[in-house]
């Protein structure tokens, strides 16, 4: 069985850091490109990156080029990142790791995932 779980969200203030960790079972993160995505109250679920099997290639959504967002990876743990920085209101959300069918990223950021975490709430507030 396919599982991702993901933690470390939680309350953090405006500038403040948080890493985000998504751990695989059932399958290894050798095979597999792994994204991060998130979901703000009343907005449409968006891609925030996208990190490939062997983790050589990151690619990252638009809207997230100002590279607050870091996603890394440890295959040995099969565990994927999200490093966010500068943390500021509209990043309140909750963060889904999600499992891509291919090993590779593409442009389109967004595109081809496969299975979903259950994701982390993360609240920006003073």
């Known amino acids: 069985q396919l599982l991702l779980a993901e933690s470390g969200g939680g309350s953090v203030q405006p500038g403040g850091s948080l890493r985000l960790s998504c751990v695989a079972s059932?399958?290894?993160?050798?095979?597999?490109?792994m994204g991060w995505f998130r979901q703000a109250p009343g907005k449409e679920r968006e891609a925030i990156g996208c990190?490939?099997?062997?983790?050589?290639?990151?690619?990252y959504e638009a809207s997230s080029a100002e590279r607050r967002f870091t996603i890394s990876k440890d295959n040995a743990k099969n565990k994927v990142y999200l490093q966010i920085h500068s943390l500021k209101f509209e990043d309140n959300a909750v963060y889904y790791c999600?499992?891509?069918?291919?090993?590779?990223?593409?442009?389109?950021?967004?595109?081809?995932?496969?299975?979903w975490g259950h994701g982390t709430q993360v609240t920006v507030s003073s």
């Open positions: 990190i490939s099997n062997s983790g050589v290639t990151t690619n």
């Open positions: 059932g399958f290894t993160l050798d095979d597999v490109a």
């Open positions: 999600a499992r891509r069918v291919f090993s590779y990223c593409v442009t389109s950021v967004g595109t081809r995932f496969g299975s």
